[in-house]
């Protein structure tokens, strides 16, 4: 199956700063959308992008389907934006109407 | 427009008994997706249901199991349950057309004492 990697892991970052995290995966996809996984555990859609570049605010992303890879641009962060930020693809040739998440970047900003 | 309902928010039980969780979907999404998510193996994919049909299945034991209503509401049953069970359950919905992804509840969290 698909395989999904994010980078980095983890990020501390003083609040203001910018930053950018990145999910590859193994094989072409019909659905990539980044999600934020607040501290109460809900998983919130930051942005549907199987492909080019959009923007919602501070936050911007790219995926380069033929690549494989797609990044999320956080600018001048805010503690709110700290938590978890996940990756998710999905395949529609297999058939599994699924979602593969990465493992995720856990994010802290710090005051 | 309300969003993806899940209940109950929390739940303890113990070892051996049985747990219901319910899910409402967007109204108007007909696909309603469940997946389990520990500090262990991450967000795993249990299963999807489209029209009262379940479409797909993950990689879990047959305890673990779910139906769809008529009005797209999903509940999944976990059955004898073990501790390694305690996780956040989280459901998503889907319209299943292109351009539209999966949009999720705020889960229930489960503890298997």
């Given at each position: 199956g698909i395989q999904v990697e994010q980078s980095p892991p983890d990020l501390i970052l003083q609040e203001g700063a910018n930053s950018t995290l990145r999910c590859n995966f193994s094989d072409s996809v019909n659905n990539l959308q980044w999600f934020h996984q607040n501290p109460w555990g809900q998983l919130i859609n930051l942005f549907y992008i199987p492909s080019g570049t959009k923007q919602n605010g501070r936050l911007s992303a790219t995926t380069v389907a033929t690549e494989r890879y797609s990044l999320l641009y956080i600018s001048?962060?805010?503690?709110?934006?700290s938590g978890v930020y996940f990756c998710a693809v999905e395949n529609y040739g297999g058939a599994t109407n699924k979602l593969i998440f990465g493992t995720g970047t856990l994010l802290a900003v710090q005051p | 427009k309300a969003g993806v309902t899940q209940t109950p928010r929390y739940l303890i039980k113990t070892r051996g008994q049985q747990v219901t969780l319910s899910c409402s979907p967007i109204s108007g999404h007909r696909s309603v997706s469940w997946y389990q998510q520990t500090p262990g193996q991450g967000l795993q994919f249990l299963f999807e249901y489209f029209s009262e049909t379940q479409r797909n299945k993950g990689n879990?034991?047959?305890r673990f199991s779910g139906r769809q209503f008529s009005n797209s509401r999903s509940e999944m049953n976990v059955s004898t349950?073990?501790?390694?069970?305690s996780a956040l359950y989280l459901c998503a919905s889907s319209l299943?057309?292109?351009?539209y992804g999966y949009t999720f509840g705020s889960g229930t969290r489960l503890t298997v004492v």
């Amino acid at each position: 199956g698909i395989q999904v990697e994010q980078s980095p892991p983890d990020l501390i970052l003083q609040e203001g700063a910018n930053s950018t995290l990145r999910c590859n995966f193994s094989d072409s996809v019909n659905n990539l959308q980044w999600f934020h996984q607040n501290p109460w555990g809900q998983l919130i859609n930051l942005f549907y992008i199987p492909s080019g570049t959009k923007q919602n605010g501070r936050l911007s992303a790219t995926t380069v389907a033929t690549e494989r890879y797609s990044l999320l641009y956080i600018s001048s962060s805010q503690t709110t934006d700290s938590g978890v930020y996940f990756c998710a693809v999905e395949n529609y040739g297999g058939a599994t109407n699924k979602l593969i998440f990465g493992t995720g970047t856990l994010l802290a900003v710090q005051p | 427009k309300a969003g993806v309902t899940q209940t109950p928010r929390y739940l303890i039980k113990t070892r051996g008994q049985q747990v219901t969780l319910s899910c409402s979907p967007i109204s108007g999404h007909r696909s309603v997706s469940w997946y389990q998510q520990t500090p262990g193996q991450g967000l795993q994919f249990l299963f999807e249901y489209f029209s009262e049909t379940q479409r797909n299945k993950g990689n879990f034991p047959g305890r673990f199991s779910g139906r769809q209503f008529s009005n797209s509401r999903s509940e999944m049953n976990v059955s004898t349950l073990e501790l390694g069970d305690s996780a956040l359950y989280l459901c998503a919905s889907s319209l299943q057309s292109r351009g539209y992804g999966y949009t999720f509840g705020s889960g229930t969290r489960l503890t298997v004492v």
